[in-house]
């Protein structure tokens, strides 16, 4: 008796296990031409972008527009003055603030390019992972970081700066 239920039960399984048709309900034609349908009527070697180019020159990429009228020869001649009248060289910074807070470090940017403008001393807004740094003045000898700190302490009470040393920017004629 077990061996017949043994075997009405192996049976059973295989004929359960049995592969059988799987029906699958076939998309009509029309719809498969609108899923999979592309437009490749579009090529790009038809736009024509070529009156646009990138110039390189010794101390940065200039980019020009052909399609534009082309600069006077004197406002070329005082770009290109420009341009080579400034060299970075290395000196100090005076640090006035380190935040995490985008915002908080353009305000203070903002603030401080307000109060060092009658003094002619420039401001800056570094990001140095993960901190924005807000850093003023472009000193290539100690003591002028110095005198840029101390306008920064006692004037405009930004307890927290300190030199720092930086690249800085400087005219050529100043060396």
Not at 16 to 43: I, L, M, Q, R
Not at 102 to 129: G, P
Request: proline share 2%; net charge negative; with cysteine.
């Amino acid at each position: 008796m077990k061996g017949i239920l043994i075997g009405g039960l192996s049976l059973l399984v295989l004929w359960g296990c049995a592969s059988s048709k799987k029906t699958v309900a076939e998309k009509p034609a029309a719809e498969e031409k609108e899923d999979y349908y592309y437009d490749e009527s579009f090529d790009p070697l038809t736009l024509n972008d070529d009156d646009l180019t990138i110039e390189k020159t010794e101390d940065k990429a200039i980019v020009t527009d052909k399609s534009k009228d082309k600069m006077d020869s004197a406002e070329e001649s005082s770009t290109a003055e420009s341009t080579d009248a400034i060299q970075e060289v290395d000196g100090f910074r005076v640090q006035i603030i380190a935040t995490k807070d985008f915002e908080r470090a353009t305000l203070v940017h903002r603030m401080a390019s307000d109060q060092f403008s009658e003094d002619s001393i420039k401001v800056y807004l570094k990001y140095e992972a993960p901190l924005y740094k807000v850093r003023i003045g472009d000193a290539v000898q100690r003591r002028h970081a110095e005198e840029i700190r101390s306008k920064a302490l006692n004037r405009f009470e930004y307890d927290g700066a300190f030199i720092v040393p930086s690249k800085v920017y400087k005219k050529k004629e100043q060396f």
